[in-house]
């Protein structure tokens, strides 16, 4: 048996000789070209959901420093209201997203599983009045507007009242969505508002509001936005979510490095005149991005004050900073 063996190969190793020649065989132009392909890792596409304000400005940098052969590749998904943001990031239909931060620590008070890698901003708050309220006093009775409870825009509020003697039960504080609170104010149905930029500068240059408190002032290293991944994705995808936080954490140094960008950029992402702009970005910073646990331990303390929290996630649950440099 032992000497057929070669006998019965040698006309199947021919047929493979031959098959080579016919078909151009090792070396050939089409098997080199396909060698670097499969070596090359594929560009990755990450969905990142936002609202079209300053506070996101670091997100639209990243996408704009976007470089064609990867290894990642920003979808960039505009919502128009948070609630509608965050059922998206709660329910994976996005990745992650740029969100008020008590926003998604009350979503993990509620079981969803939502991670943080960096802030959106620092500082960039305002507590915006009509020219004729004076003093802190002066809002008593009236109706002032936040973006959503769970908010730094309601913190502030709130601590700008106390340190006066008030509180909520003084005034009236309803939810208006962003766009629609500089024409409230214009149409004297509000006293008041405080959130996101550029909407606070826009009724300060039609000269139907003024700038009554800073959030710098009021509490300094205020968290407000971060960006946020759902938890499943972050599992599945980890080298890509670092590869874009990556992206994203050079985004923020860039803008710090080259104020001048900072316009040009919110100018293409945001409908605001390049007046509202210079003065909504000249409140905010996009310098050191990681989230500090003392910042993050201030806000929870608020937060449990304000009672919109009872069980927050310890820190090192909830921002995962191994995920930048
Ligand atoms: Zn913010």
Known sequence: MKHYIPILRIPGLAALLMLLLLTGGCGS???????????????????IAYLPITHALPLFAAKELETPNGPVKIELIKYGSWPELMDALNTGKVDGASVLIELAVKAREQGIDLRAAALGHKDGNVIITAPSIESVEDLRGTTFAIPHKQSSHKLLLDQLLAEHGLSEQDLQVVELSPPEMPAALAQGQIAGYCVAEPFGAKSVLLHTGKVFARSDELWPDSLCCALVFNGTFLDQHRELAKAFVHDYQAAGDYLTRQPDEQQRIAAKYLK???AVLDLSLQWISYKDLR???PAYDELIRRMKDARLIRQAPAYEDFVDSSLLD
């Not at 132009?29 to 969905?47: E, G, H, L, N, Y």
């Open 29 to 47: 132009p089409a098997d080199q070209s396909s060698a670097p392909a499969a070596t090359q890792p594929p560009v990755q596409t990450i969905r």
């Open 291 to 293: 989230i500090q646990e």
């Open 272 to 274: 605001a005149k390049d």
